[in-house]
């Protein structure tokens, strides 16, 4: 029997929550022979609800489920963990943005941060979900220098999986065909599905899809207004597809890259592509060993360049707004 996972989950009784907490059980993030221990952590007022989450979990029965607990404290939430899934946080409503939760949401990561350097495991690695995840990720970080840049990830899977699933219908293949998605940038009404890179069968997708104007616009808008088009259909920001994002995040970090592919995650900027250095900003990136590097060399065209730019331009706001909590 192999040692067990210890995984904190904040915010752990949502709704990305109550889809994600069986997947973690299930052995989807680590395999199906390796044991998970769940930390569960939940504001005061919901942790009744969490209780109840945590009941209907024990009653599956799952053979990796070691052990479990739920928590207010982020002290014990935290302790010994060697994944934190930030997930916890305000949910943007209607006509909002993203970044527009910063005022409410950034301190939360503040104290986070703090908590997973006081308590996690010496191996702790991160992922941050609740919005704006890139920023509140560089807050966290920032609140915890002991645990090194290189362990702290913000999610752009979703969007990765989002732009798969546009370039597919576009042209009526599977989005299982479709590879080397880049997602630039930051998690907002911002970011840049790269097309350029981007493979459908094998081939570069400029040669299959000769709609340009469609891949500048539609697709792209498409991608970056997904979220903003669920909570206005169903009232709620995604959860399944969240949730799914996280397990995929997850995996594709533990595990080697498929040879010639890459996957998109926001981490710590080493000023790869001139994206200014600590930034937490998304990126092509390939797992090896355990490690999570940059693509490099990617070809990138003035159009990209520009929307890059105003992807990391929007980061460098959202840095000055929160730049009080950088301070510890
Ligand atoms: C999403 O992309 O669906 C999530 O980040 C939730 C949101 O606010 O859009």
Redesign the pocket.
Known sequence: MKTPIHIAVTGAAGRIGYSLLPRIVSGDLFGPDQPVVLQLIEVPSVLKSLDGVLMELLDCAFPLLENAITTTDLEEGFRGVNWALLVGSV??RAGME?KDLLSINGRIFVDQGRAIQRNAASDVRVLVVG?P?NTNCLIAMNNARDVPDNRWFAMSR??ENRAKVQLAEKTGRHCREVTNVAIWGN?SSTLYPDFLNARIGGRLVCEVISDVGWLRGGFIQSVQQ???A??HATGL??AQ??AHAIVETIRSIAEPTSTGDWHSVSLCSDGSYGIERGLVASFPVLSREGCVEIVQGLQTDPFGQSKIAASISELREERSVIRELLKN
């Open positions: 949910p943007r993203r919005n995840c979703l969007d998690h997904r979220g903003s669920i909570i920001s995604s597809s969240a």
